[in-house]
C-alpha cells in the first residue's frame, strides 16, 4: 500500500494545485483481477498491463519482499507494452521485475542496498546508483516504497518546475529539499548515500552517527554536509521521512496506528502520535478521518 500511496499522492497533489487533472492513473494486474496487498487490503484494479499501451507512463510497483518472488509471470506484458510507453519504472521490489524484462539495461538504477549486489549479479548490464532514486526522461527508479514519493517529486520538478515541486512535498510533509535535484544524488555522494541509508531503515532508523560511520566521516561532518546541501540536519531529516512514511500509510489504509508506529520506527502508537501532531498541527486520528470523508471524490 505505501509504495501505491507513495507515487499517486504526489499526483493527486499537483493536480489540486495545477486546477485541472494534470494527471490520471489506473492500477493494473497481469490478470485484471484485484491483488491483495501485504496490509490485507485489495485496491481495485481497472485492466491489466495489456492496457498500459500507449501510456505516457508505466510503473512497477512493490514492497522489498517482491525480489524473493517468481516474476516470470510480469515479464513478457512488461516486454510487449514498453514500445509503446514513454517511460517505464518501478519502485522497490519492481526494480528487479523491471530489470529481467531487459529495460535497464545500460541505465543507472535505484535500487534497495540490501537487494543491490543480487540484482547486479542477475543483471550485470544494469547499474545501481546510491541514490534513493534516480531518473532519466525515459526511466525513473525508486530504492523503497517510500522514496517513490521523492522519485514523484523529481519528475513533477523536471516538468512543471521546482516551485511546483516544492509546493507538493510541502503539502505532503515532505522536506521541501528533496523535491531538489541534489536529494537525488546529484550533490555530495555522500548525503545522497544517507539518504539512501534512512529509507532503506524507516523501521529500525539508524542515529546520525551510525550513519556516519558507515560513510567513513565524522557525525560534525555529515551534519555540516546535510546544512550546506539541504538545510537541515541528518537527524531532522530523516524524522521528517519517518513521520511523512507515517501519513502516507495512514491515509492510504486501515492498519491500526500501532502497526503504523512499528512500520515507521517509532516505539508506539503514542510516541508517533506525539511527533505527528507536532509536525502536521493534526491527530494522526483525524488525518484518517478527513482522508475518508474525501476518499469517494478521489475515486
Known amino acids: 500500500m ?18 485541472h487533472e ?18 490485507g487490503s485489495q485496491p481495485a484494479f481497472a ?13 512497477v510497483l512493490a514492497g522489498p519482499w517482491q525480489r524473493w518472488m517468481d516474476a516470470r509471470a510480469l515479464l513478457r506484458p512488461i516486454r510487449r507494452v514498453a514500445p509503446q510507453i514513454g517511460c517505464l519504472g518501478a519502485v522497490s521490489g519492481g526494480v528487479r521485475v523491471l530489470a529481467a524484462t531487459g529495460e535497464l539495461d545500460g541505465i543507472k538504477v535505484a535500487s534497495d542496498p540490501e537487494a543491490a549486489a543480487d540484482l547486479v549479479a542477475a543483471h550485470p ?6 541514490a534513493p532514486w534516480a531518473l532519466t526522461p525515459a526511466r525513473m527508479t525508486a530504492a523503497t516504497p517510500l522514496a517513490g514519493t521523492g522519485m514523484m517529486l523529481q519528475m513533477l520538478r523536471a516538468r512543471h518546475g521546482a ?35 534512512m529509507h532503506a531503515t524507516i523501521a529500525t532508523p539508524q ?24 538545510g537541515t540536519g541528518p537527524g531532522a531529516y530523516a524524522l521528517d521521512l519517518r513521520l511523512a512514511a507515517a501519513r502516507g500509510l495512514i491515509e492510504a489504509g486501515t492498519e491500526p496506528l500501532a502497526a503504523i508506529a512499528r512500520a515507521t520506527g517509532f516505539s508506539s502508537a503514542g510516541t508517533l ?19 475518508d470523508s474525501l476518499a469517494p471524490a478521489q475515486g
Open 273 to 291: 502520535a506525539r511527533a505527528f501532531r507536532s509536525r502536521y498541527d493534526t491527530s494522526p486520528s483525524a488525518l484518517r478521518r478527513q482522508a
Open 163 to 197: 516551485e511546483l515541486a516544492a509546493e507538493v512535498a510541502a503539502r505532503l510533509g515532505w522536506p521541501v529539499s528533496a523535491s531538489a535535484p541534489t536529494s537525488a544524488g546529484a550533490g555530495d555522494p555522500r548525503v545522497a548515500a544517507a539518504i539512501a541509508q
Open 207 to 230: 542515529s546520525a552517527a551510525a550513519i556516519a560511520q558507515s560513510l567513513g566521516i565524522s557525525s560534525r561532518r555529515l551534519e555540516g554536509l546535510f546544512r550546506a546541501e539541504l
Open 2 to 19: 505505501l509504495a501505491i500511496a507513495a507515487v499517486l499522492d504526489p499526483l493527486r497533489e499537483a493536480n489540486a494545485l495545477l486546477g
Open 22 to 39: 494534470a494527471y490520471a492513473w489506473r492500477l493494473l494486474a497481469t490478470t485484471g483481477k484485484g491483488v491483495p496487498l501485504a496490509d
Open 47 to 59: 485492466g491489466s498491463t495489456e492496457d498500459a499501451r500507449g501510456a505516457d507512463t508505466l510503473l
Open 125 to 130: 548490464a544494469v547499474s545501481v546508483t546510491g
